[in-house]
């Protein structure tokens, strides 16, 4: 089941709300709120405890049988929610292959929890100042309760003209209907939602004041507040026993969900070798023909900051050692050799994409003087204009995010990958996640017929 219907946005460039960074809400207080209200929530949820447990039970034991396995019965009651569909949506944030993760991360939970998941937009993957990371994600955006505004601006956003609203489908990058069957879990876009069920938005978006403090600041994975990671089991079970009545569930970030179960991996493969939207597909085939037959797909990942940063040791150098992207780059050779003796007297052929323009620059020089090919996605674009600006206009999601989308895609199509983080400080032994998408795309290269 899909609801993702045709396209109505706008090509428009912003992240969407331009409030990345902003923060600050009145409830700061919902930690001492907290005992207050939940005694007035248990008052609440006694009577329906009675319905809901005890009757059942009556009517069971009163035909006879006995409850053979006590811990199947749940305190959901059989409200209308039991009858209807439920949603969930999530805060999203950081850059696009984050945002991937988020995607990967929240429809997994929404597996779990046997909900819709409502599609956040996609959002721009680069602005001047955030280097790439849009809305940054601060602690009260990551664990709630700040989360909340934006998730209101997300859905006035909706209210806008498609003209004039920032909101961009993720159906534009990726083909959500296919996704959804692959993982079945059913989709719906934000502005579809607010669209469709007018007075579910309004009480989950728009009144948002009387949600309950402990919905606020929801703490699913247990970083934001324990010491230790719940296990996936009892995330599940936590999400239930704060949301199971709500038709829909907004939680903070998906993102930091880290916990792992046997679903995992599926869910994860699945999300990041998405198959692109038709629009996209189109294009990358044409962009893909105007490289050579065997290439290998080279990315390298710097410090966000690297051309930027105050501090010289942080910004890229061309001058640094180069041997190990070339000898990378050489072994790749040989292994394309050993599956495909055709190529042994071409000369090498790359994709180059990096964090850095720098560094593309850089490399793709050092490249050509000894006698390696290399391409870069402005060298694709480059020629015959005209097809191309066709389809990044009919893409109606930032250039920035395409051309992330695009170098991603036709690294991991290379018949082999190096994939090198150059990151310094803390950030080295974080594995790049725009290096996981696409090393993932690249192992399931032998479907790629599927892939677009
Ligand atoms: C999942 O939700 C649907 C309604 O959206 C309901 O019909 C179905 O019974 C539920 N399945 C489970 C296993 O709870
Ligand atoms: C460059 O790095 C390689 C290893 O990657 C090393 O063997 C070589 O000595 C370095 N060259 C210079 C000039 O530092
Ligand atoms: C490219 O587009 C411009 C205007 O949009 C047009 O004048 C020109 O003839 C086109 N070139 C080709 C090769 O189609
Ligand atoms: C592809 O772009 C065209 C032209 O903008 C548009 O009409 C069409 O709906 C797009 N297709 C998809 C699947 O988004
Ligand atoms: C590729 O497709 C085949 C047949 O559809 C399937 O059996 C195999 O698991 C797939 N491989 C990967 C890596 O997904
Ligand atoms: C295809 O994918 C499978 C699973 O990832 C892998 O074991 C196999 O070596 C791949 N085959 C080719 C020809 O790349």
Redo the contacts with the bound molecule.
């Keep these: 089941m899909n609801r993702q219907t045709k396209r109505t946005d706008t090509d428009t460039k912003s992240l969407g709300l331009g409030s990345s960074g902003k923060c600050s809400t009145g409830t700061g207080t919902a930690a001492f709120t907290f005992t207050k209200k939940h005694f007035g929530f248990l008052f609440l949820l006694l009577p329906l405890v009675v319905i809901g447990v005890l009757i059942p039970a009556y009517i069971t034991l009163k035909h006879g049988r006995s409850i053979s396995n006590p811990t199947s019965i749940h305190l959901k009651p059989p409200s209308k929610s039991e009858s209807s569909e439920q949603y969930l949506y999530y805060f999203s944030y950081a850059g696009w292959s984050n945002q991937l993760i988020g995607l990967y991360r929240a429809a997994q939970l929404a597996s779990s929890t046997n909900r819709t998941l409502i599609v956040p937009p996609i959002l721009s993957h680069h602005t001047a100042n955030d280097m790439g990371n849009a809305r940054g994600g601060n602690t009260r955006l990551r664990c709630g309760p700040d989360h909340l505004d934006m998730v209101k601006l997300d859905a006035k956003e909706c209210l806008k003209s498609p003209d004039e609203s920032s909101h961009v489908k993720f159906s534009e990058i990726i083909n959500m209907a296919k996704l959804s069957e692959a993982i079945n879990v059913p989709f719906t876009d934000l502005c579809e939602f607010v669209k469709e069920k007018p007075a579910l938005v309004k009480r989950y978006f728009h009144q948002m004041e009387q949600m309950k403090p402990e919905q606020r600041t929801i703490d699913l994975g247990g970083t934001c507040t324990l010491d230790h990671r719940r296990s996936y089991a009892d995330m599940v079970e936590h999400f239930e026993s704060i949301f199971a009545n709500d038709a829909v569930a907004i939680i903070p970030s998906a993102f930091i969900l880290g916990n792992e179960n046997s679903e995992t991996k599926n869910f994860k493969q699945n999300v990041f070798r998405y198959p692109p939207s038709s629009n996209l597909s189109e294009f990358i085939r044409i962009l893909r023909d105007r490289l050579p037959t065997n290439y290998i797909g080279v990315h390298l990942r710097y410090r966000d900051d690297a051309e930027y940063s105050e501090y010289d040791e942080y910004r890229f150098k061309c001058s640094e ?1 180069k ?2 992207v070339l ?1 990378m780059i050489r072994r790749g050779h040989l292994a394309m050799i050993e599956k495909n003796e055709a190529t042994a007297n071409s000369t090498p052929s790359v994709f180059f994409a990096s964090s850095s323009q720098e560094a593309l620059s850089c490399y793709k020089q050092f490249l050509s003087d000894v006698g390696v090919q290399a391409f870069s996605l402005n060298d694709l674009l480059g020629q015959e204009k005209n097809s191309t600006r066709k389809f990044l206009s009919a893409i109606k999601a930032s250039k920035s995010t395409i051309y992330l989308t695009l170098d991603q895609i036709l690294v991991s199509l290379g018949q082999q990958v190096v994939l090198l983080s150059k990151r310094t400080g803390h950030e080295r032994n974080i594995p790049s996640s725009f290096q996981t998408v696409t090393k993932t795309r690249h192992e399931h290269l032998n479907n790629s017929s599927s892939l677009y």
Excluded: A, G, P, R
């Design positions: 050692n041997t190990e000898d």
